[in-house]
């Protein structure tokens, strides 16, 4: 799995297809009766969305970490995603660098959830108000899940980056 979660993020138009696909199967999930063409419509233009984000994002982090190639990017950011700590000195200055950056980034990290919570605690309300209780309650299923997912996703990221800023700081390389 580890090598085809490299092989995709090395990959843009993988990710956005993946995306595209994964979009449309929700639409279609959540309106069983809209067109399958136009839910594959909505969730290519979500994915051209999404993947352009990305994008920007991997390009400020390679900015901000310093490496040059998507290649040396992808493979630092899997070595932290599984834990792993460098052990060459300029590779251990690379991924300090992106630590330092994304826990920058998630300092705010709270109030996303808080905003989250309440955006799709009224999307599910409005689903149920406006097209009945089946998709007011299946989007309450899938919000539930989601947020679930995204608050326990986010907490394992912040313990992640805060164990290997530590692990950086120490002289010993390893295993985080």
């Known amino acids: 799995m580890r090598e085809f979660s490299r092989w995709v993020a090395l990959r ?3 990710q956005g297809a993946l995306v595209a696909v994964f979009g449309a199967g929700v639409i279609l999930l959540l309106g069983p009766g809209s067109s399958p063409f ?12 999404a993947t352009a984000v990305m994008m920007m994002i991997r390009r400020r982090e390679r900015r901000a970490s310093g490496v ?18 460098p052990d060459s000195p300029e590779e251990r200055a690379e991924m300090g660098r992106l630590v330092t950056d994304r826990l920058r980034r998630v300092r705010h990290r709270r ?36 947020l ?19 692990e950086l700081a120490s002289a010993a390389p390893g295993k985080v």
Not at 38 to 49: C, M, N, T
Not at 73 to 85: A, N, P
Not at 112 to 132: D, E, K, Q, R
Not at 152 to 157: D, S, T, V
């Open 12 to 14: 843009p138009w993988m």
């Open 38 to 49: 136009a839910a594959v419509l909505r969730g290519i233009s979500g994915a051209v969305g």
């Open 68 to 85: 040059s190639t998507a290649e040396d990017y992808v493979s630092l950011d899997d070595r932290l995603r599984h834990g792993e700590v």
């Open 111 to 146: 109030w996303a959830l808080i905003f989250l919570f309440l955006m799709f605690g009224s999307v599910t309300v409005l689903a149920a108000v406006g097209s009945g209780f089946r998709q007011g309650a299946l989007t309450g299923v899938l919000s539930a899940v989601f």
């Open 148 to 166: 679930a997912w995204i608050t326990w996703y986010g907490a394992r990221q912040q313990r992640l980056l805060r164990r290997m800023a530590a």
